[in-house]
């Protein structure tokens, strides 16, 4: 199973100008995944861990060079899910030009909620939202996105085959934030609440 993300998806944002050429992918292993609402627990190497909501797809065939207009058939379900950053060691990284991975990709940094069928729902007009500790800190519709899930399926099966059960993080609109012990985050897709987890 892989966790395939992709980085500033969401520049067609209002007073978000920048477009990317083309998707920005990172990868995390699979210890990073977290789910069935077990609780984050705050990591001792990093003093500013951020989190950010996003839409994620599972892939439920096996793929290769998967051409846009088929994309829809690799996918059924979707769900809210969280990916961790540590902001203070990716930005010691950046400024040092090294590989940022490990502010990623470390254990538990990739935290979904429970998929729900697509039947009825379009992945391309998709509201979604992030409530902590029963505010609203993230706010945003798939249609705002740079490239559309099926063009990031699309893009990624060039490169990468696609298999049964591998996760594609689709990006994070603005909004995240520093995530503090005893925050309570729970991930909307519209009214349906596929997402809820404690930090400890």
Request: charged share 25%; glycine share 8%.
């Amino acid at each position: 199973m892989k966790i395939i993300c992709v980085e500033m998806n969401y520049n067609k944002e209002p007073n978000n100008p920048l477009i990317m050429e083309t998707p920005v992918i990172f990868m995390k292993p699979d210890t990073a995944l977290l789910k069935d609402g077990k609780p984050f627990y705050l990591p001792g190497f990093s003093s500013d861990m951020q989190y950010g909501a996003e839409i994620v797809v599972r892939i439920n065939r096996l793929g290769k060079n998967i051409a846009k207009h088929f994309a829809h058939r690799y996918y059924g379900e979707a769900t809210v899910g969280i990916d961790m950053t540590a902001r203070d060691l990716q930005k010691k990284f950046r400024q040092e030009g090294l590989p940022w991975e490990l502010c990623k990709s470390f254990d538990s940094s990739a935290i979904i909620g429970d998929f729900i069928p697509l039947d009825g729902l379009e992945i391309n007009t998709l509201p979604f939202h992030l409530e902590v500790d029963g505010k609203t800190v993230q706010e945003s519709n798939t249609a705002f996105m740079n490239f559309t899930t099926d063009e990031i399926i699309e893009y990624v099966s060039r490169f990468i085959t696609l298999r049964m059960g591998d996760l594609i993080f689709t990006g994070t609109p603005a909004g995240g934030g520093k995530a503090e012990i005893g925050n309570h985050l729970q991930g909307y897709i519209g009214d349906k609440k596929p997402l809820d987890f404690w930090i400890k």
